[in-house]
């Protein structure tokens, strides 16, 4: 059963940083896409970052610049987060599928997913 455990997430003042991180429980080159994405209280959900096994990344217009995707060679992925926002605030969940996706930053195609971890940001 493939599981994703994100961690990371805090409170933060506007403009600081924080990394979170998402441990697979198997080899990530598993899946062919792995991303980031998050949910606002009343909103939908929205993607935020994506990683590719060949490593093609794509980001929201709302984080490029701000927000780096990574994976590391094991079974991790990171989103390191600088210049936080308080639009920025909500919960960051970590997605993966071993398919390829017609739209990686798309929130439905996703088969796995993480608890989500909470990323508040004050002004």
């Known amino acids: 059963q493939v599981q994703l455990v994100e961690s990371g997430g805090g409170s933060v003042e506007t403009g600081g940083s924080l990394t979170l991180s998402c441990v697979a429980s198997?080899?990530?080159?598993?899946?062919?896409?792995m991303g980031w994405f998050r949910q606002a209280p009343g909103k939908e959900r929205e993607g935020v970052a994506t990683?590719?096994?060949?490593?093609?990344k794509r980001y929201a217009d709302s984080v490029k610049g701000r927000f780096t995707i990574s994976r590391d060679n094991a079974n991790t992925l990171y989103l390191q987060m600088n210049s936080l926002k308080p639009e920025d605030t909500a919960m960051y969940y970590c997605a993966a599928d071993e398919r390829v996706l017609l739209d990686p930053l798309s929130a439905t195609d996703y088969k796995y997913w993480g608890q989500g971890t909470q990323v508040t940001v004050s002004s």
């Open positions: 198997g080899p990530i080159y598993n899946y062919y896409y």
């Open positions: 990683s590719s096994k060949y490593d093609m």
